[in-house]
């Protein structure tokens, strides 16, 4: 009897003892040298090959071709999907566990962890001539107190997309103003087509609707002011914009319950050709152009417009919500921070010249148009980006994260009509001055 | 064996690996958080004291009440459905036909991942394609409900899955305690002139007591810090219509950087968690134990 006890208790020890190590070997350093003096950078990203297959392959590649050009440096990743990324990058940075190179979002996303020491500035490897390869604008969003801590992938504006084969039958034209545009919807309603497709669960879907009404209103400063302080939510203007994303409530201009659908149930009313118009990103544009698995005859009656102007406000038609997505960011406590700049730089150089062509993402390195083939799609949107006036970052990223909370969700009280376009500038009001 | 057992060294040496497990696992993360409820801190870089500020706030907060208002109703409409699981077990441990089938079926949600769950009673309760309103549109109803959509319905249209979720797990439960009884006892009562009515009542019910206490104790507390679906299938929206006390933490602590404060919630919902099962405790004693 006593025998069989012992040999428990040695089992059970065997099992703390497993349990231990599993506890104990996350908290190694990052980064740590192998065994024949290999050095490794670990890299985090959010492009996993199902969801992400170009973003995957192509990063894969530059791995490739950056392991062989740096014998004795090699890239571990860890992919993860995008909600999931974003928590487990808070998870490690509460325990200062982040990896050697990862991907982080501009602005306020990035505020706290700058502020916490985090990430490494990377000034020296933009002034190392890499500055002039962006777009300008674009590192700025990385920028916190003069220093960069992220270098840009990405560069998105949203336009309006739109179903041409839904326009001819009912004989739209592309609308200028907004007068025309609330035309297109009453007749879309009319002949029971869902004008606008949204997932407003998400609510930053909702909010780039209400950002173009603020710009268009009240000018492109307004909206951007009011967030940084320099002027004030309850300004007319952002009220008006408010006001008038009730009206198209009220006129039925979404779908129907827009505000329990995510994103992609929203969009997919768009995509099998039940809504008219859906307002995204340029992210979507593969969709619309190289996407094998979207039907071609869908992929060929996709156009887009810009958000039409409004009577008497001050914002034009030029002007963009958009602005950098994602970008790079290298860890302040990694033990190969020198070999991690040097991978940022190569892939963002790399990701420059295959991002538009292979996986249809629109960089933040400037593009030579002529040299590359792309779809009429891209060039027209190109086009469009190097003629804006003004692109304002998304609002949300623009907030801190407890601002940015409050004003996504009253966009879907508001969508929902459960606020007063007074309450909500108020309550943004009261959000923005308390920080 | 007895021998091993009288000798404390040895009795120390056995519960070490699970008491260190438990205190490391649970009980610091326990205290840590009480003590971070304490700090303002974005979850990284460092920590600032500010005394008891934060609970200061989460008492003024009515966003935190109707949330817990929303896990408190749930926590309600859960032990009500316990009723509804009872009567259930009884009519299946009573050997009907097909008992053993049924009880099959009313487990497979319980198999069910909850994130599978979610996705399939986001299908149905779709404005457009699902097939509840689908069904609700060819009887006439032109426009029927936005159940996620609707702040008025999205929390009881959430119910509804959670509930049926669980289903299944209490069936089980009840199932096996009835299973329990000796049949003799009910044999007993049948010569006695007992109906079914009373041998369910009077006989089993009382039998299981104390099981039918935990169960009440499992739902109250599983309800009070329920998350998973409702994270998945509307994230507290519209608006925090669906909002309860575990998204409510999560949100603060997740997507609004405020780590400090969503301690202080995490903190306060173990609190009211231990009151109320100590109050249920209390509620249900009886005085004398009935045995078989």
Same mark, same amino acid.
């Given at each position: 009897?006593?025998?069989?006890?012992?040999?428990?208790?040695?089992?059970?020890?065997?099992?703390?003892?497993?349990?231990?190590?599993?506890?104990?070997?996350?908290?190694?350093?990052?980064?740590?040298?192998?065994?024949?003096?290999?050095?490794?950078?670990?890299?985090?990203?959010?492009?996993?090959?199902?969801?992400?297959?170009?973003?995957?392959?192509?990063?894969?590649?530059?791995?490739?071709?950056?392991?062989?050009?740096?014998?004795?440096?090699?890239?571990?990743?860890?992919?993860?999907?995008?909600? @999931?990324?974003?928590?487990?990058?808070?998870?490690?940075?509460?325990?200062?566990?982040?990896?050697?190179? *990862?991907?982080?979002?501009?602005? *306020?996303?990035?505020?706290?962890?700058?502020?916490?020491?985090?990430?490494?500035?990377?000034?020296?490897?933009?002034?190392?001539?890499?500055?002039?390869?962006?777009?300008?604008?674009?590192?700025?969003?990385?920028?916190?107190?003069? @220093?960069?801590?992220?270098?840009?992938?990405?560069?998105?504006?949203?336009?309006?997309?739109?179903?041409?084969?839904?326009?001819?039958?009912?004989?739209?034209?592309?609308?200028?103003?907004?007068?025309?545009?609330?035309?297109?919807?009453?007749? =879309?309603?009319?002949?029971?087509?869902?004008?606008?497709?949204?997932?407003?669960?998400?609510?930053?879907?909702?909010?780039?609707?209400?950002?173009?009404?603020?710009?268009?209103?009240?000018?492109?400063?307004?909206?951007?002011?009011?967030?940084?302080?320099?002027?004030?939510?309850?300004?007319?203007?952002?009220?008006?914009?408010?006001?008038?994303?009730?009206?198209?409530?009220?006129?039925?201009?979404?779908?129907?319950?827009?505000?329990? =659908?995510?994103?992609?149930?929203?969009?997919?009313?768009?995509?099998?050709?039940?809504?008219?118009?859906?307002?995204?990103?340029?992210?979507?544009?593969?969709?619309?152009?190289?996407?094998?698995?979207?039907? @071609?005859?869908?992929?060929?009656?996709?156009?887009?417009?810009?958000?039409?102007?409004?009577?008497?406000?001050?914002?034009?038609?030029?002007?963009?919500?958009?602005?950098?997505?994602?970008?790079?960011?290298?860890?302040?406590?990694?033990?190969?921070?020198?070999?991690?700049?040097?991978?940022?730089?190569?892939?963002?150089?790399?990701?420059?010249?295959?991002?538009?062509?292979?996986?249809?993402?629109?960089?933040?390195?400037?593009?030579?148009?002529?040299?590359?083939?792309?779809?009429?799609?891209?060039?027209?949107? =190109?086009?469009?980006?190097?003629?804006?006036?003004? =692109?304002?970052?998304?609002?949300?990223? @623009?907030?801190?994260?407890?601002?940015?909370?409050?004003?996504?969700?009253?966009?879907?009280?508001?969508?929902?009509?459960?606020?007063?376009?007074?309450?909500?500038?108020?309550?943004?009001?009261?959000?923005?001055?308390?920080? | 064996?007895?021998?091993?057992?009288?000798?404390?060294?040895?009795?120390?040496?056995?519960?070490?690996?699970? +008491?260190? +497990?438990?205190?490391?696992?649970?009980?610091?993360?326990?205290?840590?958080?009480?003590?971070?409820? +304490?700090?303002?801190?974005?979850?990284?870089?460092?920590?600032?004291?500010?005394?008891?500020?934060?609970?200061?706030?989460?008492?003024?907060?009515? &966003?935190?009440?109707? #949330?817990?208002?929303?896990?408190?109703?749930?926590?309600?409409? #859960?032990?009500?459905?316990?009723?509804?699981?009872?009567?259930?077990?009884?009519?299946?441990?009573?050997?009907?036909?097909?008992?053993?089938?049924?009880?099959?079926?009313?487990?497979?949600?319980?198999?069910?991942?909850?994130?599978?769950?979610?996705?399939?009673?986001?299908?149905?309760?779709?404005?457009?394609?699902?097939?509840?309103?689908?069904?609700?549109?060819?009887?006439?109803?032109?426009?029927?409900?936005?159940?996620?959509?609707?702040?008025?319905?999205? &929390?009881?249209?959430?119910?509804?899955?959670?509930?049926?979720?669980?289903?299944?797990?209490?069936?089980?439960?009840?199932?096996?305690? &009835?299973?329990?009884?000796?049949?003799?006892?009910?044999?007993?009562?049948?010569?006695?002139?007992?109906?079914?009515?009373?041998?369910?009542?009077?006989?089993?019910?009382?039998?299981?007591?104390?099981?039918?206490?935990?169960?009440?104790?499992?739902?109250?507390?599983?309800?009070?810090?329920?998350?998973?679906?409702?994270?998945?299938?509307?994230?507290?929206?519209?608006?925090?219509?669906?909002?309860?006390?575990?998204?409510?933490?999560?949100?603060?602590?997740?997507?609004?950087?405020?780590?400090?404060?969503?301690?202080?919630?995490?903190?306060?919902?173990?609190?009211?968690?231990?009151?109320?099962?100590?109050?249920?405790?209390?509620?249900?004693?009886?005085?004398?134990?009935?045995?078989?």
């Amino acid at each position: 009897m006593g025998k069989k006890a012992h040999t428990l208790l040695v089992a059970m020890l065997a099992v703390f003892m497993v349990v231990m190590a599993g506890c104990s070997s996350s908290n190694e350093a990052t980064g740590d040298s192998g065994s024949n003096g290999e050095k490794t950078i670990k890299f985090m990203h959010l492009w996993p090959t199902g969801s992400a297959k170009q973003h995957n392959l192509i990063t894969s590649d530059i791995i490739a071709e950056f392991e062989e050009e740096n014998p004795g440096i090699k890239v571990e990743t860890e992919v993860l999907e995008n909600e @999931q990324y974003k928590n487990k990058i808070k998870v490690l940075s509460s325990s200062n566990d982040l990896p050697d190179v *990862g991907v982080t979002w501009a602005a *306020g996303y990035l505020q706290p962890f700058v502020e916490g020491e985090l990430f490494a500035p990377l000034d020296e490897v933009l002034n190392d001539g890499l500055q002039d390869s962006f777009v300008a604008g674009t590192t700025e969003a990385y920028a916190i107190n003069d @220093q960069t801590y992220g270098l840009p992938l990405e560069l998105n504006i949203a336009p309006v997309y739109y179903n041409k084969a839904i326009f001819e039958e009912y004989g739209l034209e592309v609308p200028e103003t907004y007068e025309e545009f609330q035309e297109i919807v009453k007749t =879309l309603t009319d002949n029971g087509v869902a004008p606008i497709a949204l997932g407003n669960k998400d609510r930053w879907t909702g909010s780039l609707w209400y950002m173009y009404f603020a710009d268009r209103f009240g000018g492109p400063e307004v909206l951007t002011s009011a967030i940084n302080r320099e002027g004030t939510f309850e300004d007319p203007a952002l009220v008006s914009a408010a006001e008038e994303i009730q009206k198209l409530v009220d006129n039925n201009a979404f779908n129907r319950g827009f505000n329990g =659908l995510s994103n992609d149930e929203g969009k997919s009313e768009f995509m099998n050709g039940k809504a008219a118009m859906y307002m995204m990103g340029t992210w979507e544009l593969p969709n619309y152009t190289t996407n094998e698995d979207v039907p @071609q005859e869908f992929r060929d009656s996709i156009g887009f417009f810009k958000f039409p102007t409004v009577e008497g406000g001050k914002g034009d038609v030029d002007s963009f919500v958009g602005g950098p997505g994602v970008g790079l960011f290298v860890a302040e406590n990694s033990d190969v921070q020198e070999e991690s700049k040097a991978f940022v730089k190569f892939f963002v150089e790399k990701w420059g010249e295959r991002a538009v062509t292979e996986a249809g993402v629109i960089p933040a390195t400037k593009v030579d148009t002529a040299s590359v083939d792309l779809p009429d799609m891209y060039i027209d949107i =190109l086009n469009e980006l190097n003629n804006a006036s003004n =692109l304002t970052l998304f609002a949300d990223v @623009q907030m801190s994260a407890t601002v940015a909370e409050t004003h996504l969700n009253l966009i879907q009280s508001l969508f929902g009509k459960e606020v007063t376009p007074e309450d909500f500038a108020k309550q943004h009001e009261d959000a923005l001055s308390r920080e | 064996m007895d021998k091993a057992m009288s000798n404390k060294g040895v009795i120390m040496l056995y519960i070490f690996p699970a +008491l260190f +497990l438990l205190l490391a696992l649970i009980y610091i993360p326990i205290v840590q958080t009480g003590y971070f409820g +304490l700090m303002k801190w974005n979850g990284m870089g460092s920590k600032e004291f500010i005394g008891l500020t934060n609970y200061s706030r989460l008492v003024q907060d009515s &966003l935190f009440w109707s #949330s817990a208002y929303h896990s408190f109703l749930l926590a309600l409409f #859960s032990v009500l459905s316990l009723v509804g699981y009872l009567m259930i077990s009884v009519v299946l441990a009573g050997k009907i036909k097909g008992a053993d089938i049924l009880r099959k079926i009313y487990l497979i949600p319980m198999l069910l991942a909850s994130v599978a769950i979610a996705q399939l009673w986001m299908k149905i309760y779709h404005p457009t394609n699902g097939i509840l309103n689908s069904m609700l549109m060819s009887i006439g109803i032109e426009e029927p409900p936005m159940w996620l959509a609707d702040p008025n319905l999205a &929390l009881f249209a959430i119910f509804i899955p959670i509930i049926w979720q669980y289903a299944g797990f209490y069936i089980l439960i009840y199932y096996a305690a &009835l299973k329990n009884i000796p049949e003799s006892l009910i044999e007993a009562a049948r010569i006695d002139g007992a109906t079914a009515w009373d041998i369910a009542w009077k006989i089993k019910i009382p039998l299981i007591m104390n099981v039918i206490k935990v169960t009440i104790v499992l739902a109250v507390v599983g309800s009070l810090k329920y998350f998973d679906l409702i994270y998945i299938m509307t994230n507290g929206g519209p608006n925090g219509a669906s909002e309860v006390m575990a998204s409510y933490m999560y949100g603060h602590a997740f997507r609004g950087f405020d780590f400090g404060y969503a301690s202080a919630i995490g903190f306060f919902l173990l609190v009211i968690c231990l009151v109320i099962t100590w109050i249920i405790r209390k509620a249900t004693a009886v005085k004398e134990e009935i045995q078989y």
